[in-house]
T-cell receptor, first 112, second 115 residues
Framework: RKEVEQDPGPFNVPEGATVAFNCTYS??????FFWYRQDCRKEPKLLMSVYSSGNEDGRFTAQLNRASQYISLLIRDSKLSDSATYLCVVIPNSGGYQKVTFGIGTKLQVIP | EAGVTQFPSHSVIEKGQTVTLRCDPI?????LYWYRRVMGKEIKFLLHFVKESKQDESGMPNNRFLAERTGGTYSTLKVQPAELEDSGVYFC?????????????FGPGTRLTVT
């Protein structure tokens, strides 16, 4: 089983739609969770951290379910500019050491 | 503030040749990471420097890969001799040592093609 699993998609959604991605992780000791966004042939960029209580940033909401070992990303009112690959990132250790495990990424295509 | 830079952006070499990739982290970032993405696969961790010391090199595929970070500033990743399966995009990332934030800033990557 992979350490971090994502549905690679693609998810094709119309503008204005709400779309959600899940990501499961296998290491129950994982401490930190993030969603990164990667545009085609570009580097990954941090979209948002995922906190235990859940967090929202504009149209984006991230949630963590430790019991079921998954994190989710919800995008409301999808824009064409949201088209990208969304990478789930898990860091198993706390403190200053940050060995990062990436999911394969979920590709989102927002259609006019 | 300048971001993470990587050089070259692309490299095409023949099997058996040597290639050296360079990464310049954000100034003041003590953590430096190398990652690789092979087509169709996840981004995989290669190694992690804290300043000039290797914190973790468990992701290095084999001894054909050598990473250095002399002086704790820029880092190089040498592949010698290159094999076909080394093709992929090599990303470098950096972060502050104990900023309380785990955000890693990625460079644009070096696309390596071994023919």
């Amino acid at each position: 089983r992979k350490e971090v699993e994502q549905d690679p998609g693609p998810f094709n959604v119309p503008e204005g739609a709400t779309v959600a991605f899940n990501c499961t992780y296998s290491n129950s000791a994982s401490q930190s969770f993030f969603w990164y966004r990667q545009d085609c042939r570009k580097e990954p960029k941090l979209l948002m951290s995922v906190y235990s209580s859940g967090n929202e940033d504009g149209r984006f909401t991230a949630q963590l379910n430790r019991a079921s070992q998954y994190i989710s990303l919800l995008i409301r009112d999808s824009k064409l500019s949201d088209s990208a690959t969304y990478l789930c990132v898990v860091i198993p250790n706390s403190g200053g050491y940050q060995k990062v495990t990436f999911g394969i990424g979920t590709k989102l295509q927002v259609i006019p | 503030e300048a971001g993470v830079t990587q050089f070259p952006s692309h490299s095409v070499i023949e099997k058996g040749q040597t290639v050296t990739l360079r990464c310049d982290p954000i100034s003041g970032h003590d953590n430096l990471y190398w990652y690789r993405r092979v087509m169709g696969k996840e981004i995989k961790f290669l190694l992690h420097f804290v300043k000039e010391s290797k914190q973790d090199e468990s992701g290095m595929p084999n001894n054909r890969f050598l990473a250095e970070r002399t002086g704790g500033t820029y880092s190089t990743l040498k592949v010698q001799p290159a094999e076909l399966e080394d093709s992929g995009v090599y990303f470098c990332a950096s972060s502050q040592l104990s900023s309380g934030s785990y955000e890693q800033y990625f460079g644009p990557g070096t696309r390596l093609t071994v023919t």
